[in-house]
């Protein structure tokens, strides 16, 4: 049914201050959405969150300075209320049977209780370590006994409406900041009945590939079909103690691309859904960050909750000829899915989402000297940083990034060879991916023509972004390598000048590529908005053709000015 804020749609009276963050919209709407579920028979679920924390010098701690919890995130940030204060444990337990009594056929909340959402002591308590809080009322307790504290009193309150009720809790990056193993097996533990626990399929597991990278999965991907170790492990302890285990997916999307409207690797998408239905999991949470697109990447998962199940082969043809409306063109359509999915598999790394060219594209700006200036149109919003201060979230910030390192978390320049070699690899599936869609495109008749370019856009897009992936890349081992002679040799002789000038000559033809490659992109952004970075809700950036021109402004000022200086050097 949403996300919501906790004190928006609270109607308990026990700290009478909280009443002013109330929201009487919020429950209508929360209500309204109810109510349409209960027409088509669904299940009616809810995210909570208590993200709006309370300053220091917040009115309500002079009424109640005993409630103040853990000081968050900085040194002068904001507290959280203390979640093992009996008032405010009193006023937590109120909201949640408020909550049901207003919805009393909802079926369950669920609350992310690791790293973020739904604040206790020990999330991101500022100056301590990991699976301690600065509160002293909490830190005796110890994170697990504190964090499943919270979630028993929640389900008992919930479970006082309605019996069946659930609290899922989730643990997203517990590990990283309280929980005692990396599975939280202490915490479920001491979970009591009406607490089921959300895990990822595949989060913080490692995939090695040749030539010595170790890709971590820090977040969403398809890159592992999974269930990964922690999810694995999770489920058994699931069978010592009862807890149920929900495990959350991507339906759509895969943060190696994350701008795409549907990550289009369709044979990977149809065994994440073949291993998901045979988990053992209570049930599935299929997710985007981004909205739902409904497109073949999420409906696979629809033919793998029966038994039996088509096979991979046999449903891809299928959907493939739907698509196209044409046989011909169908088959076509799959060899794009095979190609995209096979080049998926080179991807060496997931980058920090929102920023880079993973996520722009071919609208990342390409530069040959790093110190190049940046049009300002290539700056935007990251409105997720609220939950650490507004100040964060209201300075714009780079989209970017100019070097390889900040791109990947690889270091040294002997990684870049490497990866380069991945992009490329990744480029010329995509090249055959996209030469079957120009081949198929001629067969698909007009009825089918929207859905055929739904689908097949996101393909396109992946193709020009792996191809500007593979030009930054080649650009930053050649300008590296220059840098190097340059800066070593006082005085090149001719062989080394020879040298130079053909590298010199490939950063030529590389960012006349990237030009290229930028101008085929802009029909793709101007007639799919869904491949926009402003359809987020938690960023605001500039449009992708905004960026785009800006972007092909700046390389032909680097082949104006740039190579021109740089042979200059090389000529000294």
């Known amino acids: 049914l949403g996300g919501y804020e906790l004190y928006a749609l609270s109607t308990s009276d026990a700290i009478p201050e909280l009443a002013v963050r109330r929201n009487p919209a919020a429950i209508k709407h929360l209500m309204k959405q109810a109510e349409l579920a209960r027409e088509y028979d669904l299940g009616k679920y809810v995210m909570l969150f208590t993200r709006d924390k309370f300053e220091k010098n917040d009115p309500i701690f002079n009424t109640y300075p005993d409630i103040r919890g853990a000081l968050t995130w900085k040194e002068d940030g904001p507290y959280t209320l203390c979640t093992e204060h009996p008032l405010v444990r ?16 909802l079926d369950g909340i669920i609350i992310i209780i690791g790293g973020e959402g739904f604040y206790h002591c020990f999330m991101r308590a500022y100056g301590v370590e990991r699976g301690h809080t600065n509160c002293d009322r909490c830190e005796p307790l110890g994170a697990e006994r504190v964090v499943a504290n919270l979630c028993n009193e929640l389900a008992k309150a919930a479970r006082k409406v309605n019996p069946q009720a659930e609290i899922i809790a989730w643990p997203y990056s517990a590990s990283y900041v309280w929980s005692a193993d990396l599975t939280q097996k202490e915490f479920m533990h001491l979970l009591d009945p009406g607490v089921s626990i959300m895990t990822e399929m595949e989060k913080d597991e490692i995939v090695c590939k040749p030539g010595g990278i170790e890709k971590l999965l820090w977040d969403y991907s398809i890159d ?4 990964g170790k922690r999810a694995a492990t999770q489920l058994e302890v699931s069978k010592e103690t009862g807890v149920p285990v929900f495990i959350l997916s991507m339906a ?11 990550v289009p690797v369709l044979d990977r998408w149809d065994a ?11 049930g599935i949470y299929l997710w985007n960050m981004a909205p739902f697109n409904g497109l073949s990447s999420g409906e696979v998962y629809q033919y793998k909750w029966f038994s039996p199940a088509p096979s991979a082969d046999s449903l891809l043809a299928d959907l493939a000829e739907r698509i196209t409306g044409n046989v011909k063109a169908g088959e076509l359509l799959r060899m794009a899915w095979r190609e995209a999915s096979n080049g998926f598999a080179y991807i060496p790394a997931i980058n920090s989402y929102y920023r880079g060219p993973h996520y722009l594209g071919p609208a990342h700006p390409i530069v040959l000297n790093p110190d190049t200036a940046i049009p300002d149109v290539f700056k935007g919003y990251y409105l997720f940083l609220m939950e650490i201060n507004m100040e964060s979230a209201m300075q714009p910030l780079p989209t970017y990034d100019l070097h390889p390192e900040m791109i990947t978390g690889y270091f040294g320049p002997e990684s870049i060879p490497v990866l380069e070699t991945y992009y490329r690899v990744v480029q010329a599936h995509l090249e055959r991916a996209v030469a079957a869609l120009n081949e198929a495109e001629s067969m698909v008749p007009e009825r089918s023509r929207v859905i055929y370019e739904a689908e097949t ?18 650009s930053f081992r050649l300008t590296g390598k220059l840098k190097e002679w340059i800066e070593i040799n ?7 000048i020879e040298k130079g000038e053909k590298i010199l000559k490939r950063l030529h033809e590389i960012m006349l590529d990237e030009k290229q490659n930028a101008l085929e992109a802009i029909p793709i952004a101007e007639k799919d908005p869904r491949i926009d970075t402003l359809h987020r809700g938690d960023h605001s950036f500039n449009g992708l053709i905004d960026m785009l021109h800006a972007k092909i402004k700046l390389i032909d000022q680097q082949i104006e000015e740039e190579i021109p200086l740089i042979e200059k050097r090389l000529r000294r």
């Open 90 to 105: 009193k006023y937590l337990t109120e909201s949640i049977e408020g909550l049901f009594c207003c919805i009393p056929d």
């Open 224 to 227: 592992l079909i999974g269930p």
């Open 252 to 262: 759509e999307m895969s943060f190696e691309v994350p701008l795409l409207p549907s």
């Open 272 to 282: 994440r859904a073949e291993a998901l239905a045979g988990s053992g999991a209570r």
């Open 457 to 474: 856009f996101g393909i396109r897009w992946f193709y020009h972004t792996a191809r500007t992936l593979g030009n930054i890349y080649e």
């Open 490 to 496: 006082q005085l090149l002789g001719p062989e080394e």
